[in-house]
């Protein structure tokens, strides 16, 4: 048993070790860290609220409920000081026909109740300012203005926080793993991708990028460096009619970074696939991107997508998303080079040369026969 769970344990650990860092998570997370950053925290207070419209909802949700109870007590406390200074607290002992500025505050506890109903409009009617003093009047349209402030930019960032189409993004799905194969009797590298709502992306754009380290020839390391990956469908990349699950394609030609790859060595070589879908959303019009990526580990060479779209009797078109990300093992070249190779071959054996060194020569013939 102890056995069994040191081997186990080691496997995680070996496994964790072979694992690669990520710069875009499956997801589309990005996974990057800013460092001694010169600039001061300050220029993210300038723009707020992109700050706020970026911040989870924990946090939002922890700096509504401050604002809100912060701005309550901060007027509770104005509040009482008025009464304080107008001797309306019952310490003081008023006279029968003393007229306080507000009515019925006998504290710190009545004042922030006051100041509750006068921001949020509530208006029990127990307690209410009167025409005593003006500096209780300035204080309540002072309060009624910052209150309808603070309530719009709440509101606002909550509805902007919701309608994101960061959101909408969820429900574009891309296959787990990339696949290589021929495709058109050309070798591909395919994904497959899908919108799960019967809605459309507008105008949707799909591109790649290729990250890897890459030496120059001066020397010089260069971290992610980024080669551009075309891919296209068979009616182009751009707008796509994106109704039902599609299978992008790129081309793996001389032109291609995947050209000197083969299958024995892709898993040997160190780079990321990151794909973009980019789109508008057909309710809101707003712009969205959806990001994915693909290591070397998610890279299947010789395999297909199995079929995921069928037709019933009744005429309809059914996807099946348990099929979305199967793949199919089939034949393929170990590599571009040698596809190219022979196809070329091929095309030789259709041809005739001429050899140079052959010379016809002219030969008499004679007779031996004698008259």
Not at 23 to 49: A, P
Not at 78 to 105: G, M, Q, R
Request: aromatic share 12%.
């Amino acid at each position: 048993m102890f056995s069994y769970l040191r081997e186990r344990f080691s496997s995680r650990l070996r496994e964790r070790s072979r694992r690669r860092a990520r710069l875009v998570s499956k997801d589309g997370r990005c996974n990057i860290e800013f460092g001694n950053v010169e600039q001061s925290r300050f220029v993210f207070l300038i723009d707020i609220w992109t700050t706020i419209l970026d911040l989870k909802w924990r946090y939002k949700m922890t700096i509504f409920i401050s604002a809100f109870l912060g701005s309550w007590f901060l007027f509770g406390l104005l509040w009482y000081v008025v009464a304080y200074i107008h001797k309306d607290l019952p310490e003081f002992n008023p006279s029968f026909n003393h007229t306080p500025c507000v009515e019925n505050i006998n504290g710190l506890t009545s004042a922030f109740l006051f100041s509750l109903e006068t921001q949020v409009t509530i208006g029990y009617g127990f307690r209410c300012v009167t025409e005593q003093c003006a500096t209780a009047i300035f204080l309540l349209i002072f309060q009624s203005i910052l209150g309808v402030i603070i309530n719009s930019f709440m509101c606002g960032a909550i509805l902007a926080k919701i309608s994101r189409s960061k959101n909408r993004a969820k429900t574009i799905t891309f296959s787990k793993n990339a696949v290589i194969s021929k495709r058109g009797g050309k070798l591909c590298l395919l994904i497959r991708v899908a919108n799960l709502r019967k809605s459309l992306l507008i105008g949707s754009h799909i591109y790649g990028k290729l990250l890897r380290t890459t030496i120059t020839p001066e020397g010089e390391t260069i971290i992610l460096d980024q080669v551009n990956i075309e891919f296209v469908v068979d009616a182009g990349n751009e707008n796509l009619f994106f109704i039902s699950p599609l299978t992008i394609y790129h081309i793996i030609d001389k032109n291609s970074p995947f050209f000197h790859m083969a299958a024995e060595t892709l898993l040997q070589q160190d780079f990321e696939l990151v794909v973009f879908l980019d789109g508008t959303v057909e309710a809101t019009s707003a712009t969205c991107q959806v990001r994915t990526s693909y290591i070397p580990e998610e890279v299947l060479w010789g395999y297909r997508f199995a079929p995921i779209v069928s037709k019933t009797k009744e005429g309809k078109y059914r996807v099946d998303f348990q099929n979305f990300s199967k793949t199919v093992a089939v034949e393929t070249p170990h590599c571009a080079f040698c596809l190219y190779n022979e196809k070329e071959a091929k095309a030789k054996e259709k041809k005739g040369y001429d050899n140079p060194g052959f010379v016809l020569s002219e030969v008499n013939e004679t007779s031996d026969t004698k008259m």
